[in-house]
């Protein structure tokens, strides 16, 4: 993925500074560095910042192969103000399928592990796809539908985010779940013109509000958020600037846990992907955040 910060004549966006990893020098093979989130408000690295940037640094290592799945689970919590290292191992390159494992390190402990799947171009077989629903256009929702506050918290990324969360009276819900959102998302900046760039990206924003879908059934319900693991099916091509439909679902919780689990259509009805996660929501302790959050207050001099 070497296009991410060149072939856009405006200065680059932050995802793609995030995404633009160093590889290290040194006896290690296939190890790369990735920037801090820098978060105005967060002590914590948001998990899809992480899983965005494990799996851009297993891409670096396959040729003639795009990303299909890939399955994470978060270990330890992460320094938002701090790089990340990423480890790749290679157990195997296939004719049709590879597959790569990456551990994310701060301080030489493992943050994150993940394994991803990479398939070649040029396969065929049947075709089918779920339906999306009938959900307002975004330029058809009200204004105060927009909601940053759902994102990881900097305010370089929210600036570059649009996402809106559709009001459960705007469409028909689904019957058969007690929980449950749906979101239009989209980057408000153009993006590079490659596929594996826009998967990253996805990895990156799949994260993003997905848990609260599993709080839509306890409004007010004060918890403790923290994603557990992750996984996503990249299914068809897609675009990340243009609007994505986050279809949400939480079929469960139960012990301090939510599954969580959401289809991601574009604007003309495809399914492109399906993104399933596990995480903390524990009752939250008084005086406790949902998240932890920086103190505002200044350091002393």
């Keep these: 993925m070497s296009a991410t910060l060149s072939n856009l004549s405006e200065s680059p966006t ?11 020098d040194g006896n290690e093979p296939d190890t790369f560095r990735g920037a801090a989130m820098h978060s105005d408000h967060f002590v914590r690295t948001f998990g899809g910042h992480v899983a965005g940037q494990a799996l851009v640094a297993a891409t670096r290592t396959v040729e003639g192969k795009k990303v299909h799945s890939l399955h994470g689970y978060f270990l330890r919590p992460g320094d938002a103000n ?9 157990p ?28 070649r171009a040029g396969d065929e077989g049947p075709e089918h796809s779920d339906e999306m629903r009938a959900v307002p256009a975004p330029d058809e929702l009200p204004a ?25 009276e705007m469409y028909s819900p689904n019957q058969y779940t007690t929980s449950q959102q749906v979101v239009w998302f989209r980057s408000t900046r153009r993006l590079p013109d490659e596929d594996t760039f826009h998967a990253c990206t996805l990895t990156y924003m799949s994260d993003m509000t997905l848990l609260h879908s599993a709080l839509a059934a306890h409004p007010g319900h004060q918890v403790q958020l923290a994603s557990l693991d992750h996984a996503v099916w990249f299914l068809r091509p897609f675009r990340a600037d ?26 003309q009805g495809r399914l492109v992907a399906v993104v399933v996660q596990e995480g903390l929501t524990r009752n939250l302790r008084e005086g406790a955040h949902a998240v932890p959050e920086r103190d505002p207050r200044p350091e002393p001099m």
């Design 82 to 90: 701090a790089e990340t290292e990423y480890r790749v191992g290679r």
């Design 242 to 267: 243009e609007w994505l439909l986050y279809d949400q679902i939480s079929p469960s919780a139960h012990a301090g846990r939510a599954l969580t689990h959401g289809r991601i259509f574009d604007q």
């Design 92 to 119: 195997r390159d296939g004719r049709s399928f590879a597959t790569r494992t990456v551990e994310a390190l701060q301080g030489g402990e493992v943050l994150f592990s993940m394994q991803a799947s990479f398939h």
């Design 144 to 168: 105060e539908t927009k909601a940053p506050n759902l994102g990881p918290g900097s305010r370089h990324d929210l600036n570059e985010w649009d996402i809106r969360v559709v009001p459960p």
């Design 14 to 24: 932050y995802i793609q500074r995030i995404l633009d990893l160093e590889r290290c």
